[in-house]
Structure formats: C-alpha cells, structure tokens
T-cell receptor, first 116, second 113 residues
C-alpha cells in the first residue's frame, strides 16, 4: 500500500534558525497537504499543493511540491517558539484513472522544538 | 458549532469493556473520517464516510471496531471488548467534500486499564 515517509523524525533548533522537513511518498500523489499539531492539540490544516512543482508561501513558511508529485518539503525561516509542534504531510494516492483517492495517508511527522 | 466536536474528551475504562466515541462534524461537511493516533505516532486511518455511500472500513484493525453515521450528521465509533493496545487518541475529522482539507476535533483520549 501507499507509504508516506517524513524526515527528520525530530529537529531541535535555536530560535532564529531555519528548519526544513521532507516528505516522500511511495506513490504519485494527486495533492499534498500539510498539517501542524501543537503538543496536546489536534492537527490543523496548513496548506494544500496540487500542481507539479508548485511553491506556496505563508509568511515564514515555504511549501514545495516535487515535479514528480511524490515528494514535498516545508521550510520555516527564522523559527520562533510559536512554531513548536509536529508537522505532518498527507496525501491521497492518484488513481490510474487520473482521479484522486479520498483516503489520506499521513507521514509520521516531524517534531520541531525551538530553544528560545 | 463552529468546529468538529468530539466526546468524551477522555475515557478511562477497564479491559474487556465496550466504549462508544462520538463525533459531531461541521455542519454541511459530507465527508467524515476517524483516525487513531498512538503516543508519538502519526495518524492511522480507520474509517471514512461520504454522504449516504457505503463507508470505507478498510482501516479498522479488527472486528471489535465498528462505526456508524446517519446521513451527514453525528458519527459514533464503537470498540467492543477493549484491549490495552486500544489505548490511543481517537481523532475525528470532517471535510466539505472528499479530498478537501480536513478539520479535526480535539479527539478522545482512551485509556484501557
């Protein structure tokens, strides 16, 4: 079945440093979604990328979707303590018909901690 | 309500007991998902409902797990004869339509003694 891998599993940074997490799928994705889960909280939707090679920015966060639609990355510039949490990528596999499977497969997430 | 509501927020029960978890999705959301999240782990898909279509139960780990949803409203996840390995946070999510961003509830933290 479809597998989604994320690296690193953990990342500890000093406040102000940059952070990147990578996401790789075993199958082509119709889209990639990113979620953030604060400690003790529930996942919150951040963004969805659909097009091959797409890049989207949200303030200090930059999201990329690979050309082959099998990988993605999230980059945070100048981390802040409010960035602490686990970042998950998730994507539905693309069907042979070209449509999208509805079932999201989540990566195991990257836990980011920030030292003030 | 404005968001996905789950109850109870916490449930502690003895091994062998049955439990019922409830999810109230965002009004108008046709798709509803249940996930299980073990401590420090990712989200494990359990079941998916879309409108009045037959649900996708392919993620349910055993026949002790079942779920129902009436139309596009409340869903209940039932675990019979609970085991210690069932201890986890059970998250419910809904989306406007399939493949749309999912909105999660706060989850039910289930602890089996």
């Amino acid at each position: 079945g479809q597998q989604v891998m994320q690296i690193p599993q953990y990342q500890h940074v000093q406040e102000g440093e940059d952070f990147t997490t990578y996401c790789n799928s075993s199958t082509t994705l119709s889209n990639i979604q990113w979620y953030k889960q604060r400690p003790g909280g529930h996942p919150v939707f951040l963004i969805q990328l659909v097009k091959s090679g797409e890049v989207k920015k949200q303030k200090r966060l930059t999201f990329q979707f690979g050309e082959a639609k099998k990988n993605s990355s999230l980059h945070i510039t100048a981390t802040q303590t409010t960035d602490v949490g686990t970042y998950f990528c998730a994507g539905p596999a693309m069907r042979r018909s070209g449509g999208s499977n509805y079932k999201l497969t989540f990566g195991k997430g990257t836990l980011l901690t920030v030292n003030p | 309500g404005a968001g996905v509501s789950q109850s109870p927020s916490n449930k502690v029960t003895e091994k062998g007991k049955d439990v019922e978890l409830r999810c109230d999705p965002i009004s108008g959301h046709t798709a509803l998902y249940w996930y299980r999240q073990r401590l420090g782990q990712g989200l494990e898909f359990l079941i998916y409902f879309q409108g009045n279509s037959a649900p996708d139960k392919s993620g349910l780990p055993s026949d002790r797990f079942s779920a129902e949803r009436t139309g596009e409203s409340v869903s209940t996840l039932t675990i019979q004869r609970t085991q210690q390995e069932d201890s986890a946070v059970y998250l419910c999510a809904s989306s406007l339509q399939r493949n749309q961003p999912q909105h999660f509830g706060d989850g039910t933290r289930l602890s089996i003694l």
